[in-house]
């Protein structure tokens, strides 16, 4: 199992949980898409996770998705998003991932976000608002499909 964790963020969020996720998963490679675009060969499993605005995964990220959805069905894909209106999170899926990638996916789970009006700055408390939990129950299902 060789997993590709790619990520999107504004605020610092998706990337907290992407570093997280690298933790749990071994043998795992994070990317930052505003700074690399991932090549996909090699890697069996790929993560896709990014913040959410204006009701919508950023849109690098649903660029992504749509662009290499032929290459991500071949693979064990599984996405996240951090948001902070969970009453929304299903619409904001529907919304950003393509039908396929959603159906074929085995896990699209929240892992929660920063409030719009307070976004942590020091290292002390970066992760309110992020649910730890939910990222390793994320982790074990994902590892069920090594
Ligand atoms: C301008 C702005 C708009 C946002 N819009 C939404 C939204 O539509 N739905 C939602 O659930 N969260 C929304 N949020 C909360 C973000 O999703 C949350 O801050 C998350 O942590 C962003 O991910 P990031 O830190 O990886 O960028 C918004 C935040 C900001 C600053």
Same mark, same amino acid.
């Given at each position: 199992?060789? /997993?590709?964790?790619?990520?999107?963020?504004?605020? %610092?969020a998706?990337? *907290?949980?992407?570093?997280?996720?690298?933790?749990?998963?071994?043998? +795992?490679?994070?990317?930052?898409?505003?700074?690399?675009?991932?090549?996909l060969?090699?890697? /069996?499993? =790929?993560?896709?996770?990014a913040?959410v605005?204006?009701?919508?995964m950023?849109?690098? =990220?649903?660029?992504?998705?749509?662009?290499?959805?032929? !290459?991500l069905?071949?693979?064990?894909?599984? @996405?996240?998003? @951090?948001? +902070?209106?969970?009453?929304?999170t299903q619409?904001?899926?529907?919304?950003?991932?393509p039908?396929?990638?959603? *159906?074929q996916?085995v *896990?699209?789970?929240?892992?929660? %976000?920063?409030?719009?009006?307070?976004?942590?700055i020091?290292?002390?408390?970066?992760?309110?608002?992020? !649910?730890?939990?939910?990222?390793?129950?994320?982790?074990?299902n994902?590892?069920k499909?090594?």
């Open positions: 199992m060789k /997993t590709l964790i790619v990520y999107g963020t504004k605020s %610092g998706s990337k *907290e949980c992407a570093e997280i996720l690298g933790e749990k998963l071994s043998n +795992s490679t994070i990317i930052d898409i505003d700074q690399e675009k991932p090549v060969e090699g890697f /069996t499993h =790929i993560i896709v996770g913040g605005r204006n009701d919508k950023y849109k690098p =990220i649903r660029d992504f998705l749509k662009k290499s959805q032929t !290459d069905l071949s693979k064990t894909i599984a @996405c996240y998003l @951090c948001n +902070s209106k969970p009453k929304t619409e904001v899926i529907i919304a950003s991932i039908e396929a990638i959603r *159906e996916a *896990e699209i789970v929240s892992f929660g %976000g920063y409030k719009p009006s307070w976004v942590p020091s290292t002390d408390n970066k992760l309110k608002g992020i !649910d730890l939990d939910k990222i390793s129950e994320f982790a074990q994902y590892l499909h090594s």
